[in-house]
């Protein structure tokens, strides 16, 4: 089995090599050894700050990084971050529309033992509310890195969710490529699409690998940009598997899966059957046990598409 890796690993490195370019500086809410800012502050110190446990304080002064022309990152645990940190990324960063990439790590259940308190299934849907905000989900290692260097290119304030838990690399292929607002289709099929974000890619794949045996031909894409949203690849789903099944470590409200069912109420209703969690707060716990007890695997995605395949 090809060795598994943690997002927020990846990212570490991606940001030390992103600093080539000198304007680009990290903030981070006392917790860089978690995040893996620390890499990017060992290599450039004069362009990095621990402003302590005072995450809305550190978003005011990435905005005001970023008006003399600097890229700033900041970074904090995803509950912090888009909780604690919600007020100034609004007012401060996206209603100016400023250049200030925010970084959440350790989003949703996957956080374990941490508890319902830092485990964040509540970040994407404040992040997307957002008029301007763009909001990232990487799936694996090799996508991390891109929307990395995807960010550092793009002018505009960005939310990116990382995770703790070590994942499965599913972008090693030719051909691989990373857009800002373009997903990446991972398996063809046509009698149902799977459309799953961050480290539920990975099970989505293993999902369409069930529904094989049975005869169901699942397409998976990986939507890693949930906004803006690839509106043209779900409606070409809609229109071409005519059912939908959305996979997040997320609350089903208002994040991804939320996202595709209103492109498809709107203007091309199918059948849409959101894996999730639902609409309850975590638990203290082993992180792959708790994806289990939520309902977040490959059999749990398998299981709704073939409700979906019978909604059609």
């Given at each position: 089995?090809?060795?598994?890796i943690a997002t927020?690993?990846a990212?570490?490195e991606?940001?030390?090599?992103?600093?080539v370019n000198?304007?680009?500086?990290?903030?981070?809410?006392d917790?860089s050894?978690?995040?893996?800012?620390?890499?990017f502050?060992?290599?450039?110190?004069?362009?990095?700050f621990?402003v302590?446990i005072?995450?809305?304080?550190?978003l005011?002064?990435a905005a005001?990084l970023?008006t003399m022309?600097y890229i700033?990152?900041?970074?904090?645990?995803?509950?912090f971050?888009?909780?604690r940190g919600y007020d100034?990324?609004?007012n401060s960063?996206c209603y100016?529309h400023l250049?200030v990439?925010c970084v959440?790590?350790?989003?949703?259940?996957?956080?374990g033992?941490?508890g319902a308190t830092h485990q964040?299934?509540?970040?994407?849907a404040?992040?997307?509310a957002?008029?301007?905000?763009t909001?990232?989900?990487p799936?694996?290692?090799i996508?991390?890195?891109?929307a990395?260097?995807?960010?550092?290119?793009y002018d505009?304030?960005?939310?990116?969710r990382?995770?703790r838990l070590?994942v499965?690399?599913v972008?090693?292929?030719?051909?691989y490529k990373f857009?800002?607002?373009k997903s990446?289709?991972?398996r063809k099929?046509?009698?149902?699409?799977?459309?799953a974000?961050?480290?539920m890619?990975?099970?989505?794949?293993?999902?369409?690998d069930?529904l094989?045996v049975e005869?169901?031909?699942?397409r998976?894409i990986?939507?890693?940009t949930i906004?803006p949203?690839?509106?043209e690849?779900?409606?070409?789903?809609a229109e071409?598997?005519?059912?939908?099944v959305?996979a997040e470590?997320?609350?089903?409200?208002?994040?991804?899966g939320a996202?595709?069912a209103?492109v498809t109420?709107?203007?091309r209703?199918?059948?849409?059957?959101?894996?999730?969690?639902?609409?309850?707060?975590g638990?203290?716990?082993?992180?792959?046990?708790l994806?289990?007890?939520?309902?977040l695997?490959?059999?749990d995605?398998a299981?709704?598409?073939?409700e979906?395949?019978r909604?059609?």
């Amino acid at each position: 089995m090809a060795e598994k890796i943690a997002t927020r690993h990846a990212y570490g490195e991606a940001l030390k090599a992103a600093g080539v370019n000198e304007r680009i500086v990290a903030l981070d809410g006392d917790v860089s050894t978690c995040t893996m800012s620390a890499i990017f502050g060992e290599a450039y110190p004069e362009r990095f700050f621990n402003v302590g446990i005072a995450e809305g304080n550190m978003l005011g002064m990435a905005a005001g990084l970023a008006t003399m022309g600097y890229i700033p990152f900041a970074h904090a645990f995803a509950m912090f971050m888009a909780g604690r940190g919600y007020d100034q990324i609004r007012n401060s960063i996206c209603y100016p529309h400023l250049n200030v990439k925010c970084v959440g790590t350790h989003a949703g259940l996957s956080v374990g033992e941490d508890g319902a308190t830092h485990q964040c299934i509540e970040d994407i849907a404040l992040m997307r509310a957002i008029p301007g905000m763009t909001v990232i989900c990487p799936a694996d290692a090799i996508e991390t890195e891109a929307a990395v260097k995807a960010l550092t290119e793009y002018d505009g304030p960005a939310y990116l969710r990382i995770g703790r838990l070590p994942v499965e690399i599913v972008n090693d292929f030719p051909g691989y490529k990373f857009e800002i607002g373009k997903s990446v289709e991972l398996r063809k099929g046509s009698d149902v699409t799977i459309i799953a974000t961050g480290l539920m890619v990975p099970d989505a794949l293993q999902a369409a690998d069930l529904l094989q045996v049975e005869g169901i031909r699942a397409r998976v894409i990986n939507m890693h940009t949930i906004k803006p949203l690839d509106e043209e690849a779900v409606l070409k789903a809609a229109e071409e598997t005519g059912c939908i099944v959305t996979a997040e470590e997320h609350n089903i409200l208002s994040g991804l899966g939320a996202a595709v069912a209103e492109v498809t109420a709107d203007r091309r209703p199918v059948p849409v059957k959101r894996v999730g969690v639902k609409d309850c707060f975590g638990r203290s716990g082993n992180a792959l046990e708790l994806l289990k007890l939520y309902h977040l695997t490959a059999a749990d995605i398998a299981e709704a598409a073939r409700e979906a395949v019978r909604a059609k």
